[in-house]
């Protein structure tokens, strides 16, 4: 039997609706965790014992660094004990994957974090929570999740927390890894692993929270035809320390917004290009010069995940050839 502890965020997967056919209008964050694992003990009694943890009760829009940083400590604090061989994150699907992302760049321990949401709430025909979460209790007891980072699962996928993004407002099939596809699934009550995620992550990471009390501020322009230079210059003046620029294709720009970033690095701003493509590298001196004009290169994060990348990285240096390193890393 693994001991695994369910720390609860809030989301649809705690959401009810007032009728059970409503899967769009309804209230998220309402069930305590307690609610939505009652039925889960019988199923799991030869897998799992499970505890659980209230961390949170909210619509996941409302999440914070502050409660990522509880969050965090948490979970270090749990899997430090050799009684605890897992942790299960309930949290809603809108920013899950920033929430992933980030614990997989700051717990310490090879032992499965699996983050786990639900697209319809808890009360509705069909609701997709109760079988989400049975699954990702079953990932974060098994063997075969230690060592592969944060995961996330939802309708029967296993995703890595670097490369799952949301990719549909409403239907259960949601979370993918676009191009880059699933790590694997999870059927029947196990699960069947075909990749690994190649970059570095959890326990063999260098970003830690100790001794930190946040993170710097880093806010994401996108960019479109027509954008106008003063809103990332407007960031920069309410004390932002990193922009992430949602480029057009290949993390590109017009003249003016190049100019408008060099403007702002030159203020000690760092500044990384990312793109508002789906999917595909922001390639080094395309037909941007980052050599030349001192931007970094997100790889294939994409900007709300190069973000996260980057508050933790300014947490520890303004150096753009070491943060681009560790673009290439994470
Ligand atoms: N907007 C809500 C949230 O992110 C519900 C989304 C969901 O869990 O599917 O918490």
């Known amino acids: 039997m693994k001991n695994i502890v369910i720390l609860a965020t809030g989301g649809t997967i705690a959401g009810v609706s007032s009728s059970i056919t409503d899967t769009a209008n309804y209230q998220p964050a309402i069930l305590p965790i307690e609610a939505i694992t009652k039925d889960l003990t019988e199923p799991l009694r030869n897998i799992a014992h499970i505890s659980s943890e209230q961390i949170a009760q909210i619509d996941s829009a409302e999440m914070t660094h502050e409660i990522w940083f509880t969050l965090a400590g948490r979970i270090n604090a749990l899997l430090s004990s050799p009684q605890i061989d897992g942790v299960v994150v309930t949290h809603g699907t809108d920013t899950l994957e920033e929430t992933a992302y980030f614990l997989n760049l700051v717990v310490r321990s090879n032992k499965p974090v699996v983050v786990v949401g639900a697209m319809r709430p808890a009360s509705a025909l069909s609701s997709d929570g109760p079988m989400n979460l049975y699954n990702a209790i079953i990932l974060a007891a098994s063997r075969e999740a230690s060592g592969k980072g944060v995961l996330v699962t939802l309708n029967n996928s296993i995703n890595s927390s670097r490369e799952v993004t949301k990719t549909n407002t409403s239907l ?40 930190l009390s946040g993170l710097p501020p880093v806010e994401i322009i996108y960019g479109h035809v027509g954008n106008l230079s003063n809103l990332a210059q407007a960031a920069v003046d309410s004390g932002v320390k990193g922009l992430v620029y949602a480029g057009l294709g290949n993390g590109n720009m017009s003249k003016m917004m ?19 493509v789906s999917s595909g590298i922001v390639t080094c001196n395309g037909a941007v010069n980052d050599d030349l004009s001192n931007f970094i290169v997100s790889d294939t994060l994409n900007p709300q995940k190069s ?24």
């Open 307 to 330: 973000s996260i990348l980057l508050a933790l990285a300014l947490s520890k240096t303004t150096d753009i050839p070491t943060i681009q390193r560790m673009f290439w890393e994470y």
């Open 258 to 276: 190049k100019e408008t970033f060099m403007g702002i690095q030159a203020q000690g701003v760092v500044v990384v290009r990312s793109t508002r």
């Open 172 to 211: 259960q099939d949601s979370f993918k890894a676009p191009e880059l596809g699933y790590l694997g699934y999870l059927i029947e009550g196990e699960p069947h692993f075909y990749r690994e995620p190649t970059r570095k992550h959890t326990y063999r990471s260098e970003f830690i929270l100790d001794g």
